[in-house]
């Protein structure tokens, strides 16, 4: 199974998800995490996690420019791979949409994030002349904890103008969590907050549920 977490806009949290979901993917088998990210978020994370000699253990790999050969040739070896790609409309973003089976769209509750979704939109229709089968969530991310707060909901109509970016029920909000397990080489079930702990095993569901 591939998974790609991208989007047109940075600071959603793709690396964020991208460990976290590696980490929960790696108690249900092998799992390979490829960076397609110049900044090296995810490949600096699993290096910490090496270091620490944390387990299950995440290997990763970092791919740039034309990713599609090199994922599929990959996916053979390994029952998961995530891939981490960049915030921005770029080629790794698009050639691993071409192969992957699954795309994670992370948009934070604010309108700069919504305003790219339009244009992944006519990204996504693109890649399915080569992938139809591709199947496409967003998730809300980074989302503020206070139950009266109203962004949830309007980002969620929002985005609901969108076919092909169906939103998932399950929502990740802005946890200190994240950022501690990030920083040493853990995923959030690795944490000791046990509500980042049931979002992320909750996303890792939805992922590969359907």
Excluded at 105 to 131: K, M, V, W
Aim: net charge negative; aromatic share 4%.
């Amino acid at each position: 199974m591939i998974v790609l977490i991208g989007s047109r806009k940075g600071g959603a949290g793709k690396s964020t998800l991208a460990s976290c979901i590696s980490v929960e993917l790696a108690k249900r088998g092998d799992v390979l995490l490829i960076d397609a990210d110049a900044q090296t978020t995810a490949a600096t994370w699993a290096s910490d996690r090496e270091d620490a000699e944390h387990q299950p253990p995440v290997p990763c790999v970092q791919k740039l420019g034309n990713i599609r050969a090199s994922v599929m040739d990959l996916a053979k070896r390994y029952d998961f791979v995530v891939i981490d790609a960049a915030g921005r409309d770029s080629q790794e973003l698009r050639t691993a949409m071409t192969c992957a089976d699954v795309l994670l769209c992370p948009f934070r509750p604010s309108q700069a994030d919504l305003d790219t979704a339009e244009g992944l939109s006519d990204i996504i229709e693109q890649a399915r002349d080569f992938n139809e089968s591709l199947r496409v969530s967003a998730v809300l991310t980074m989302c503020p904890t206070h139950p009266n707060n109203p962004e949830i909901q309007d980002s969620r109509d929002y985005l609901g103008n969108f076919e092909n970016l169906p939103v998932l029920d399950c929502v990740i909000y802005d946890r200190k969590a994240y950022r501690d397990a990030l920083s040493v080489g853990k995923g959030a079930t690795e944490h000791t907050d046990p509500k980042a702990q049931a979002e992320i095993v909750a996303l890792t569901e939805a992922l590969i549920n359907g």
